[in-house]
């Protein structure tokens, strides 16, 4: 009987080869990975998810995006349309072989030894701790996002718990029922996720929304894609994307130039820039949606008030009062 394959659960891990103290790390500049010594950088943490069927995505938190293996063999975190998965498989206590799911090789250390021993790699994962400190968010607690200096905070549209609902900023309700559509928190793989609905937050086009969980496709798609990664330094809310945010219909006016790749984002309030949200064609999700699950998202078309809508804006240099925010715990 073939052995069952260890579940993994969804977080962000640490993965050292067991025959010495080194770890997988991702150059930010060239993407390639390596074994090296512990820095306690983002480069050596990734975040590992199931893919179904026992198979995992592996991505870098720190150049955010998927281990793969290119042409030349190298393992690399380097931008591509198809996304690998690996697997996981147990060798003794702690220890796994990781391999690609779609053939027989191995992440294996460039040194002379035994295969055996340089293919083991122990996958460990990060405490609350460092999330924390990946995140800047804080962890064990749910907490409002407010306009720095203000009463107003981040909630969904009419408290909508619906997949898609805007997310904007109205002053804080009395009301118990509606301030838990205000509550968020950090999950164990460091997203941001509205409390209320448990839906991952999620920018289409350049405004927040509440974004429900889907299976995991080999290509990214509109439909189905990693959410994008928030962050809180500095009282911003800075925002990096693992996928083009913009649908097909609108992403060359949006992002021209691939700017949501290479450009740093944060969350804006009053802004100049105008918020985009707005009905999109079917054809933006039907060659992904099941049809059982897809709707026509009508709150997409839903008026945005420049007063109270919030939009991912280019970062600038300094730090604008009107992308400053502050955090507060809702625990009692």
Known sequence: ????????????????????????????????????????????????????????????????????????????????????????????HEAFVIGKAADTLAIQLPRAGPASSEQRWVV???????????????????????????????????????????????????????????AFFIDRTGELVHAASGHNVDVVDNVLVIRARRPVYVDSNPWSHAPPRFSYRNSQIQIAFNHNPALPSTSAKIYPKDEWRNSAFVLARDSPVRPSLSLHPAA?????????????????????????????????GDVDPRTTWELVALNN
């Open 284 to 316: 933006d999700f039907t060659a992904w949606a099941p049809k059982v699950f897809f709707t026509p998202f009508a709150h997409y078309g839903t008026t945005i008030n420049k007063d109270w809508g919030v939009v991912a804006e280019a970062q600038s």
């Open 124 to 182: 460990a994962p990060l405490t609350a701790t460092v999330i924390k400190e990946i995140s800047g968010f804080p962890v064990e607690q749910y907490f409002e996002i407010r306009a720095k200096g203000t009463n107003n905070v981040l909630l969904t549209y009419g408290s909508s718990v619906e997949d898609g609902a805007q997310i904007q900023l109205w002053a804080r309700p009395a009301d118990k029922t509606a301030l838990r559509s205000a």
């Open 1 to 92: 009987m073939a052995a069952t394959r260890p579940l993994i659960s969804d977080g962000i891990y640490t993965i050292r080869a067991e025959s010495s103290n080194t770890y997988l790390t991702a150059d930010s500049t060239t993407g390639i990975v390596t074994a090296d010594f512990w820095n306690n950088s983002e480069a050596q943490q990734w975040s590992i998810k199931s893919a179904g069927d026992g198979d995992y995505q592996l991505q870098s938190v720190g150049v955010r995006q998927n281990l793969r293996v290119n042409d030349q063999s190298q393992l690399v975190t380097i931008a591509a349309q198809a996304v690998t998965t690996w697997t996981l498989e147990p060798r003794g």
